[in-house]
T-cell receptor, first 109, second 113 residues
Framework: RKEVEQDPGPFNVPEGATVAFNCTYSNSASQSFFWYRQDCRKEPKLLMSVYSSGNEDGRFTAQLNRASQYISLLIRDSKLSDSATYLCVVRYNTDKLIFGTGTRLQVFP | DTAVSQTPKYLVTQMGNDKSIKCEQNLGHDTMYWYKQDSKKFLKIMFSYNNKELIINETVPNRFSPKSPDKAHLNLHINSLELGDSAVYFC????????????FGNGTRLTVT
């Protein structure tokens, strides 16, 4: 089983739609969690950290379920510019961050 | 004022050659990393250094040798390049604390012919 698993997609959604991605992780000792965004031929960039109580940043909401070992990302009111690959990242041990394979989102007009 | 910069951006070379990729960060971070992103877009950690000390070495062939002259620099030297080494290599840095995210460089696209 992979350490961090994501549905690769692609998720094709119209503008204005709400879309949700899930990510599962295998190591229960995982300490912190992030969502990154990667555009084609670019470096990954931090979208948001994921906190135990869940957190929101504008149209983006992240949730963590430690008991079931998954995290989620909800995007409301999708924009064309949201089209990208969304990477789930899990940290265990202070210096080790493991990336999921990414979920591709395509928002169409 | 680039935070994490790596050079070169593109590297095309022949099998058997030796090449280096340089990385520098001006964020004052203690920890630096090298990640490899293959053709399937999977980002895999290769090495991690904390204050110039090797922390993580993820079963990377000995042909890959990281060097950290100081905590702001982490270079990657690759000997005897193989076709399978073709990938995008990303340097990154972080504070190394539990909730610290990674900051990535722009990537080096290595093509071995």
């Amino acid at each position: 089983r992979k350490e961090v698993e994501q549905d690769p997609g692609p998720f094709n959604v119209p503008e204005g739609a709400t879309v949700a991605f899930n990510c599962t992780y295998s190591n229960s000792a995982s300490q912190s969690f992030f969502w990154y965004r990667q555009d084609c031929r670019k470096e990954p960039k931090l979208l948001m950290s994921v906190y135990s109580s869940g957190n929101e940043d504008g149209r983006f909401t992240a949730q963590l379920n430690r008991a079931s070992q998954y995290i989620s990302l909800l995007i409301r009111d999708s924009k064309l510019s949201d089209s990208a690959t969304y990477l789930c990242v899990v940290r265990y041990n202070t210096d080790k961050l493991i990336f999921g394979t990414g979920t591709r989102l395509q928002v169409f007009p | 004022d680039t935070a994490v910069s790596q050079t070169p951006k593109y590297l095309v070379t022949q099998m058997g050659n030796d090449k280096s990729i340089k990385c520098e960060q001006n964020l004052g971070h203690d920890t630096m990393y090298w990640y490899k992103q293959d053709s399937k877009k999977f980002l895999k950690i290769m090495f991690s250094y904390n204050n110039k000390e090797l922390i993580i070495n993820e079963t990377v062939p000995n042909r890959f040798s990281p060097k950290s002259p100081d905590k702001a620099h982490l270079n990657l030297h690759i000997n005897s390049l193989e076709l399978g080494d073709s990938a995008v290599y990303f340097c990154a840095s972080s504070h190394g604390l539990d909730n610290s995210p990674l900051h990535f460089g722009n990537g080096t696209r290595l093509t071995v012919t």
